[in-house]
């Protein structure tokens, strides 16, 4: 803000016509492009929801109507006594009944394109009983050695399972086809006793027709998986992940936190949609990148920023010519203040015959210089003569005034014929005044205040003798400072014939000074009877008001160097600086000069300024 305030106007208009425009699109700007992306957002998880809801609804219809395959086999007589069989048959027997169950199953399958085989185990043989498929299982192959065995239903929704992805143990699969299977045991119709398990083997190539996921430019980087409830992988559609274990999530955490959401996946951020079947307790879950989604937009936010990056460069450039319009007749006036300002009143700002505000600024401006140029022989002429009138009255006050303290003095030692102290009083006071015929407006260093005031206490010694000590506290480097003359020497003699004059002992004036930054501060302190409340408050606002004259002659004697020095300090150096006095904290009176701190070892003759 302090900075902003130092700028022209011009710069300041055109940084805020440029700041507002830039503002206003760069808002506009970005609300859109969170909004569409938003929006976007809600309406690919829609989509996304959706689409997983399908796929698991495509593969139930398949598990169904693989299920009801499942029962064919399941009723068929041939297949409940090749199963359930309790005779021991003969070799010929026996292969004619695989045959036959064979032959069976070959036809229930011939519809059935993706099953790669169904395997049938007896329960009291271990070791494969029938099969039908299109490679060969291993020779001695038994069911202990399917991963899905021994068979539990407990707790299960439906009467078989759903065996997740895996390659088909056959032995003549070299290209390690992959499979999945229905796995459901067989009970004996009329006993419903169990007599044997079977498995169904489908290729897994069968889930590229039954998920109808397709491609496209907001999906090209998307991912479909099927998973069962341990995050195995049932299919992945860019076959990646088929057969194996998703390790980076956990379906169930997001089956949990509902079927719609984001995810953070390897540094990137996805859109997923999962739906979960009950009926066949897989899951269908997919993946979209999010940048893939907001691709499109990007290009339409980067051509946007392209366009108001140039509309602001136009904004900016109109701006500084309207702002140039503006402030040129502005800037002509400046140049003609600043001639008024060095006491050139002659000139006159320039009239273009407009109409508009700068126009009637500029003649305004020449009526008051008008108007200014007659007052000045009137009043600042009449002003400065009458702040001169002021500074010698104020000398010519103080100096019969100090003159009346001294001789008091002086009369005090002829009556008790001390000759020689009388000549050295005299010779004190010789310097007295020979200090102060000097010009008061000119500036002294401090150390000759300081020999003035000891001249004055050497003076005073004689009336109090022993009654007072005089102190002081003035750091060496301040002995160079500028104080105007007979400054402090009034408020020592205040501070001894008023503070001290009841003391029979024990008195003590003190003298101190000290600089504060740009300030020099001095303090003259008694220890004497202090001041009444009553008299404060009366001397305090004579010395704010000026006036020269008190009730009493007390007060009258020390309100007149009071007022005196405060009126010569504000007249030479302002407002800003001048006295004030309270009583100490146990006795006495506080009586504080504040003078601004020069140290250029140089008089300097001020010519005062008003309040």
């Known amino acids: 803000m302090k900075h902003w305030q130092s700028w022209n106007l011009k710069t300041k208009l055109v940084i805020s016509f440029s700041f507002l425009f830039a503002f206003s699109f760069i808002c506009s700007g970005v609300f859109y492009y969170y ?30 109507d693989l299920e009801k395959l499942s029962l064919s086999v399941f009723n068929d007589p041939i297949i409940q006594k090749a199963v359930g069989q309790d005779e021991k048959m003969t070799v010929v027997e026996q292969a004619n009944l695989a045959q036959q169950v064979t032959s069976h199953l070959l036809n229930l399958t011939v519809s059935w394109p993706a099953v790669q085989g169904i395997y049938l185990y007896s329960e009291k043989q ?10 060969s299982p291993p020779v001695g192959y038994s069911i202990e050695q399917e991963p899905w065995y021994p068979y539990s239903d407990a707790g299960a929704r439906t009467p078989f399972i759903l065996w997740p992805t895996m390659k088909e143990n056959t032995i003549t699969n070299f290209l390690g086809e992959q499979v999945f299977s229905l796995v459901r045991p067989i009970n004996q119709l009329n006993t419903g006793k169990r007599i044997g398990y079977m498995k169904i083997d489908i290729h897994s190539d069968v889930f590229n027709n039954l998920v109808s996921f397709q491609e496209n430019e907001s999906s090209l980087n998307s991912m479909l998986y099927v998973l069962t409830d341990k995050d195995q992988v049932v299919y992945d559609h860019q076959d990646k992940l088929t057969g194996g274990k998703l390790a980076d999530m956990s379906v169930s955490h997001l089956t949990r936190h509902g079927s719609l959401g984001a995810i953070d ?13 009950d009926y066949t307790q897989w899951t269908a879950l997919i993946l979209t990148p999010m940048d893939a989604i907001t691709k499109q937009l990007k290009v339409i936010r980067n051509t946007v920023m392209g366009i108001e990056a140039v509309v602001l460069v136009l904004i900016f450039v109109f701006a500084w010519f309207i702002a140039t319009g503006v402030t040129r007749p502005l800037s002509k006036m400046i140049v003609t203040m600043r001639h008024v300002e060095r006491g050139d009143f002659t000139v006159r700002a320039e009239q273009s015959g407009n109409r508009n505000e700068i126009g009637l600024l500029s003649k305004v401006f020449n009526q008051m210089l008008d108007s200014l140029q007659d007052m000045i022989a009137k009043v600042y002429v009449a002003e400065i003569r009458e702040k001169d009138a002021r500074l010698v009255a104020l000398q010519a006050q103080i100096n019969p005034h100090f003159l009346f303290n001294t001789l008091t003095i002086l009369k005090s030692l002829g009556r008790k014929g001390a000759s020689e102290d009388v000549v050295e009083v005299t010779e004190s006071l010789a310097h007295l005044f020979r200090y102060s015929l000097y010009d008061w407006n000119r500036t002294v260093e401090l150390r000759e205040e300081l020999h003035l005031i000891e001249s004055y206490i050497k003076i005073q010694k004689y009336r109090f003798q022993d009654r007072f000590v005089f102190e002081q506290d003035i750091p060496e480097d301040l002995l160079d400072a500028q104080v105007l003359r007979l400054m402090i020497q009034p408020l020592v003699e205040n501070a001894v014939v008023h503070g001290l004059e009841k003391r029979k002992s024990g008195g003590i004036v003190s003298v101190r000074v000290s600089a504060s930054g740009d300030t020099l501060d001095i303090t003259v302190t008694d220890n004497g009877v202090g001041m009444d409340a009553k008299i404060q408050e009366k001397l305090s606002r004579r010395i704010d008001d000026g006036a020269m004259r008190g009730a009493d002659t007390d007060e009258e004697h020390m309100g007149i160097a009071l007022v005196n020095i405060q009126q010569r300090l504000r007249l030479v150096y302002g407002s800003e600086y001048g006295l ?10 506080i009586v504080m000069l504040k003078l601004p701190l020069r140290l250029d070892g140089k008089e300097e003759r001020h010519e005062g300024h008003a309040d």
Request: aromatic share 12%.
């Open 265 to 277: 996946q390897q540094g990137r951020q996805y859109l997923y949609g999962v739906y979960r079947s």
């Open 580 to 589: 004030t006095f309270r009583n100490g904290a146990l006795e006495g009176t």
């Open 126 to 135: 271990k070791e494969l009983t029938y099969f039908w498929s299109k490679r």
């Open 35 to 64: 909004s569409s992306v938003n929006e976007l957002k809600n309406q690919s998880l829609q989509l996304l929801g959706s689409n997983s809801a399908q796929i698991s609804r495509s593969l139930e219809l398949y598990t169904e």
